[in-house]
């Protein structure tokens, strides 16, 4: 068994409530027994902070679809969270290997997504791990009145601020990629104003082989790609260190929306 200061750091406490824990816990872990320890002994580095969530800024809708075909960057998104074992597979993968993601969850997968909040806290802190908004319920967003729209959008934001301390502005992703030129227009007047397609899939939305999604990784790994895969059906499970080892046989750099398109959580714009 863990000790006590492992134990507490997996409770799922929401989000926002868990950064004051984490940096209590951190201090009494790292603290020597009294009358005991050296003077050389130094204390574990102090957790990344989260910004301030910002106030929302409307502007102008731009649809994203890729990102720049030069260099070697790549924007790996993964999108909903119906598969426990799935998500729970995402979050050991960029944990273990460093590589940065950007989370698409709908907060109808709560369930699903909330366990994992105080692992994701630190990537999410440090830029590794981006939250973009998905919808709550994943509707698609052109059969609902304006105020559906509003309702699904900000729903979903309240649940990641709560769970993951941010703000998921100015991206969002319309389910199934259906929108419209209203539905952009609602969106970017709440702020987000930047509506994320892809440009390659691991086709993954349902079930498929391994040997399937290998050769769509093999075909849309490449520079400038915004990728879509799912966590949604346990496929990928086995081929997360495939995946990995083909971004780095190819010299790819993978990078959360923010990173490739200049943005910031701390400011919710570009």
Known sequence: M???????SRRGLPRRAFVG?????????AAPPSGGGSATETSAPAAPSLPPIPAAVPGRSVTVFSGPPDGSRIALTVDDGTCADCVAG???FAQRSGIHLTLSPNGTYAHEWEPHATTLAPLVAAGQVQVMNHTFSHPKLTTLPDAGVRAELARNEDWVQRVFG????????PPYGVHDERVDGIAAAEGWTR????NGSYSDSTTITPEFLMSQAEKYLTPGRIVLGHANHPT???LFDRIADLIRQRGLSPVTLDEMFGTSRATGTA
């Open 21 to 29: 824990v984490l940096g209590l816990g951190l201090a009494a872990c």
């Open 2 to 8: 863990g000790s006590g200061c492992a134990d507490g």
């Open 195 to 198: 509506s994320v397609l892809w």
């Open 166 to 173: 941010i703000t998921t502005r100015p991206y969002y992703r």
């Open 236 to 238: 990928v499970l086995g």
């Open 90 to 92: 995402y979050v050991d």
